[in-house]
Structure formats: C-alpha cells, structure tokens
C-alpha cells in the first residue's frame, strides 16, 4: 500500500515542453515548459499580459500552440484530445456560467459532458455542491447569485468530474477578503487528491497555498523552484524596523548580519538580513542604547513581491 | 454526447423569453393565415363541388399554411439560431463546451439537434390545426406526411445555414443578420439562376442552380411529390454548412 501511495506521488500529471504561441507577429507565450506531480500545487504568477493566461488556455486545449507539447497523465493533448481533457478541470478568468440554469442543472450538466457514468453522477453532484458549499443554494438560479457564489460554481464545475489536474486561472480575483479565504481553503483541499495550476498576480496567495512557482514574464519562464527555494533566492529574511528617532540608513546597513537597508518611510526602514545569520538582538540593543525609540519590529510581508519586482525588472533591462 | 448538448439548447432557449415570444407570434399569424383560408374554401364549397375532380381542403387550405411556415421559419430561425454561439463567444461560456472532453463535430450537431427540435416542435403544433378539420371532415394523409416531411428538411436546412452565419462573429444580432441575408442570398440566387438557365434550355446547369435554393427545392412537397433530387439538394445543403461550421470552430481553436 506504502509502495502505490509514493508511485502516485511521484507520478507526472501535466508535461508541457516548449510551448510558444504567437498572434501574428505579436509572441504572447515563448518556450515555457512545466512539470506537475499529483498532489502538487503550481502557483502561476506574473503582471498582467504576461501569458499566464494563453498558456493555461493552450493546457486546457482551447488554443492550439504555434509549437510544442502537451501530455495530461501520458496523454497527448492534440492526438487524443478527448481522452486528455477528460483529465481537466479548468476554471477560467471568466466562469463560464449559464445565468439561466440553475445550480444543480449546471453543475450536473458539467458532470455529463465530462462523461461521468449515470450511476455516480447523482452522488458527485450531490458531493461537490457540499465541498463547494453550494448546497443551500442548488435550486437557484446563477444569474441571481453574488460573485462569490458564483465563483464557487464555476470551481465546482471544474471539479465535479474529479479530474487529475484543475486548472484555475485567477480564482479569487474582485471577492472580498472572506470569500478569498474560504476559495483558498478549497483550492489547498483540492491540493490534497489533484494536482493544481493556480494563476495569479496576488502574491501572498501564492504564499499561503502553492507548493511549487513559476513566474512568468514576456511571456517567458524567469524563476521556476519551490516556495522555500523562492525565499533563498531573494537572500534571507526581512523586517520592518520602526524608530522614532532614526539614524541615518547607513548607520543601519552597517551593522553585522544586516544585508541591506532601505527607508521605506521616514520611521521605517526595510531590513534585509545576510543569509543564515539574525542580528535582531543586536538591533534591539542597539536601539535601547541609542534611544532611536523602536515602536515596531515585524517580518516584512512583502518579501515576495521584491522578489517579484526584481525579477520582472531585470528582465525589462537586458 | 450530442443529446446532452441539443437538451442543454432546448433549456436555455425555454429559459429565454425569446422561445416564448418566437412561440406564440409564429402561432398568431399561422392561426390567423389557417382560419382565413379555411373561411375562403367554405365560401368556395359551393362552387367547388359543381367542378369534377375538385381540390381537397387539404390542398387548398393545408399546403398554403406549409408554405406560410416555410416564410415564418426563414424570419424565426436567424432569431433562434443567433444565439447558439456568438452569444456562448460574448458570455465567455463556449470554453466550457471547448473545455469538456467532447469534439467540435459534437458541439455542432449536438447544436444543431436542438434548434432543429424546437422548430419541429413548431412545426408540430401547426399541424395541429389541420388535424383538428378530422372533427367535421376528411384530411389527405398522404398530402399531409410530404408536407410535413418538407417543411422539417427546410427548416434543417435554415438551420445549419445559421447555425454557421452564428459561428461567424460574436455579435448575437450580427449573426441573425449574416444568416438572414445568406438564405434570402441563396433562395433569390437560386431561383433567379435557375430562371434564366432554364429559360435558355440548359437544363442540367439550371438543376444545379436549384441546390442553392431551398424554398425551390420545398415546392415539390407542395404538391404531395416527394421528389428524391429535391431531398437530395436540401440534405446536401445541410452537410455542407454543418461541415463549414465544424471547421470554423476547429480553426477557432489555432487563431485564438
């Protein structure tokens, strides 16, 4: 049993090698190639025109590439592209809804064209309004639905059919903060038995539910690792360091074990620690013997968005 | 697959006032065509039956309001087909279709089952009034079947021209228009080539012609013939635009 839980683990769910799509002389995607094992989740991330988009339309067979190839669990998407996408879930930009059904009509339409048997289909519609938390709602109609609820269906329609991979491109974008938190629990749900490809330009979303990243640019791959190896890659640790009484930046980037120091206001500064080392107690110390007046010692959140801004702009200049 | 899809059709199209208002006016003015006609041949009877061999009320009052259908449904279909996929391309929900394991051949006919089972349902209804004459007469069956077996080609036959005018844009309005326009094209071409070919004695050229026209090629069923040329130009009319549609589709996919 072991033996088959770690086969399965490691097994491969989406191969795409060298994918470019170009719209006249206009090239949206150019050579990206990834790589999904079950149970991982990719997070997709890129500004806006990057070719997040294009390229998950390319996975789920609604764009053909100009060039590459594409296998969902071993199949070839463009020699049997039935088999292929029976294997999908795919969530886009736009949920695809018909305002006029209503949600169990919708839901179980997904079931039926995504051929799953008469027998089961009661049972899979029945579970995924409960994971989606839809059930309350079944008999109305998706048109009269608020965004959120209507997001959900959408997702549920990607998943009704249990798919190997689901694809959702931008899922949590224009809800409000609860329902961003409650579609994120499902996606790392969804996590646990699929694999999943998640884009999106949110960068603490990435942070809380992805496995994997992958950013794009121009079109282009700029970093592809894991979370972690995302973190290693920006060079440490960061705070926010907040003095009343501040001294000068350099004063700050002088001390030993802190990499770089930026004032991102006139109290506050960004710390960026050198690897592997923590001069926190040595900035507290400092500060009460100094009398800067600390007020505020906190981890930066937005240590992936450096990043992010970073690799994004180097590319701009070379 | 197909039958999933022309169901999923047929309760989008009922979930629409569109259906309803399509329903009831077609039935209004082939109400109202029906009952002048039937008032006309009662007026007629009379006089009818001094003349030997007279023409049925079939004939006179049943073939005249399967040609009223056949006029009604080249104004009806455009309206109801405009929607099948410029409007799934304007609300972004034809990637669902594209999405689920399924062909472009099925969308298409899965497509094209349905509008060609509303109208039937049109058609059905229609053929209720002459049926209710049973109450106080006698009905040509065999007039009756041809028509009704013509009239169901002619409106296959509009609807693949507009389900294809349909896959052409993303401007529901501007597909009605492009397949009202491309069936008055081809019944006017038809019928004008088919004149002048005749008039000059070529025949051959002028039973070419007559492919492109549907209603042309409806007027045989007219007169009870069920004529195997004319069966053959509606069915070859049908395949050929269900088969520009599936490529259109297919082509949609690589331009993007």
């Known amino acids: 049993m072991a033996k088959i839980m770690t086969d399965q683990a490691a097994e491969i769910t989406v191969s795409a090698q060298g994918l470019s799509r170009r719209f006249g002389a206009h090239t949206a995607v150019d050579n990206v190639s990834l790589e999904l094992k079950r149970g991982e989740i990719l997070g997709f991330l890129g500004p806006n025109g990057a070719g997040k988009t294009t390229t998950m339309q390319m996975l789920t067979g609604n764009l053909a590439p100009s060039s590459g190839a594409i296998s969902i669990c071993g199949v070839d998407l463009f020699e049997r592209p039935t088999a292929a996408k029976a294997r999908i879930g795919y969530l886009p930009e736009t949920p695809p809804l018909y305002r006029e059904l209503t949600v169990r009509e919708y839901v179980d339409l997904a079931a039926r064209l995504h051929r799953v048997v008469k027998s089961a289909r009661t049972a899979a ?40 991979v689901v694809i959702l491109d931008e899922p949590t974008i224009g809800l409000d903060p609860n ?55 920006h060079g440490g640790r960061m705070v926010l360091l907040g003095l009343r009484h501040p001294p000068a930046v350099s004063e700050l980037a002088a001390i030993s074990g802190v990499a770089r120091a930026e004032a991102a206001s006139e109290t506050v500064f960004r710390l960026s620690f050198a690897n592997g080392s923590d001069p926190t107690d040595e900035l507290v110390r400092r500060a009460g013997r100094e009398s800067w007046g600390l007020y505020q010692l906190a981890p930066a959140q937005s240590s992936l968005e450096d990043v992010f801004v970073h690799l994004t702009q180097k590319e701009d200049q070379s | 697959m197909i039958f999933t899809i022309a169901g999923k059709e047929l309760k989008t199209l009922f979930a629409s006032p ?45 073939a005249p309001l399967f040609s009223t259908i056949a006029v009604v449904l080249l104004f009806a279909v455009p309206l109801l087909a405009m929607r099948l996929i410029a409007e799934e391309r304007r609300n972004q929900t034809m990637v669902f279709l594209v999405s689920a394991p399924l062909s472009m051949t099925e969308i298409a006919l899965g497509k094209f089952v349905g509008l060609v089972t509303f109208l039937l349902l049109i058609v059905g209804i229609t053929t209720l009034m002459p049926l209710a004459l049973l109450l106080g007469g006698r009905l040509d069956f065999g007039l009756l079947a041809s028509l009704i077996i013509g009239v169901a080609l002619l409106a296959a036959c509009f609807a693949a021209v507009a389900l294809y005018a349909s896959c052409l844009t993303a401007q529901p309005l501007a597909a009605a228009m492009i397949a ?64 520009l549609t599936i490529r259109r589709l297919d082509a949609a996919r690589l331009r993007g």
């Open chain 2, 180 to 243: 009202f326009s491309l069936l008055l094209g081809m019944l006017l071409a038809g019928e004008t080539a088919a004149e002048g070919l005749r008039g000059r004695g070529w025949q051959v050229p002028a039973a070419l012609a007559q492919v492109l026209s549907p209603l042309k090629n409806f007027e045989p069923f007219g007169k009870g013939v069920i004529d195997s040329y004319a069966i053959a130009c509606l069915l070859l009319l049908i395949a050929t635009f269900l088969i």
């Open chain 1, 179 to 233: 329902q961003i938190r409650e579609i994120r629990g499902l996606i790392r749900e969804l996590g646990a038995n699929h694999s999943v490809i998640l884009s999106t330009h949110i960068l603490p979303e990435v942070e809380s539910v992805c496995d994997r990243v992958q950013i794009l640019h121009h079109g282009c791959t700029v970093f592809s690792d894991s979370i972690a190896g995302l973190k290693q890659f």
């Open chain 2, 18 to 62: 569109l259906a309803w208002v399509v329903l009831t006016f077609t039935q209004l003015i082939l109400a109202f065509g029906f009952l002048k006609r039937l008032d006309d041949f009662m007026q007629l009877q009379p006089q009818l039956i001094q003349v030997p061999n007279p023409p049925g009320i079939t004939e006179l009052v049943v």
């Open chain 1, 125 to 164: 519609v029945d579970d995924v309004l409960a994971r989606c938390g839809l059930t309350a709602v079944a008999k109305q109609l998706i048109g009269t639905l608020s965004k959120g609820y209507q997001q959900r269906v959408g997702l549920a329609q990607a998943v009704v059919h249990r798919p190997d």
